[in-house]
């Protein structure tokens, strides 16, 4: 009986250990955004690590966080301010149309909110692009806006399931601890199902699945030895 109640596979620890691996990941992504600037490799990296647990891929969460971080540094800082200052624009405009009065104020209010929507589920998809893959922002750009559009149920079901943790949130504030974690394990586990057409067939089982050993420095070299 004991034995059943402590053994590691127990649904229970399984799930406990589930909660606190997002909850030290959301911890993780939440420092490394305090700089602002920071917040697209973040995000990359914090999907990177949770896809590679989704896929049973990866080593250790924060490692596979720290490469992902430190790999996609300067592209994901460029698509991370790229994205807040467009999402920024458009909320300014729409606040603005909002406090103008109605007439042709309320048909740019809805035109900058579906610009507002598009720019976002680009971005929803973006960020885990850029941490499989290596492309230009350019391709990252088209390829996500694609993969929205032919994905659009899953677009949609991503959309709701964000907003709803979002809400709690705002009701909850004691979430911030594990939201953002939560919401990126749910996006991840979707991500990992569209993204599998993409790879490249693994013909031999103990061969690295395409883009995990991509750019591995000495110092990442030792660290698995």
Request: glycine share 4%; net charge neutral.
């Amino acid at each position: 009986m004991w034995d059943k109640v402590f053994n590691a596979k127990n649904p229970f620890w399984t799930s406990m250990g589930t909660v606190f691996d997002l909850f030290v990941m959301n911890l993780i992504w939440l420092i490394s955004c305090i700089p602002i600037v920071t917040i697209g490799p973040a995000t990359c990296a914090l999907f990177y690590a949770l896809i590679e647990r989704v896929q049973e891929h990866g080593s250790y969460i924060t490692y596979d966080y720290r490469r992902s971080f430190k790999r996609n540094l300067k592209q994901g800082m460029q698509l991370g301010i790229g994205f807040t200052l467009v999402i920024v624009f458009l909320l300014l405009d729409m606040y603005l149309c909002y406090h103008a009065g109605r007439g042709i104020y309320s048909f740019f209010l809805f035109f900058f909110g579906f610009l507002l929507f598009v720019v976002a589920i680009t971005a929803l998809y973006a960020f885990p692009i850029l941490a499989k893959f290596e492309r230009s922002n350019k391709e990252i750009l088209i390829w996500a806006f694609t993969l929205s559009i032919k994905n659009f149920p899953l677009t949609i079901t991503m959309v709701i399931a964000v907003t709803i943790l979002m809400w709690l949130l705002h009701i909850i504030p004691a979430l911030i601890f594990i939201a953002f974690g939560m919401s990126a394990q749910f996006i991840a586990t979707i991500m990992a199902t569209i993204f599998r057409p993409f790879y490249p067939k693994v013909e031999e089982e103990d061969q690295f699945v395409p883009g995990d050993m991509d750019d591995l420095d000495l110092d990442d070299i030792k660290y698995l030895l």
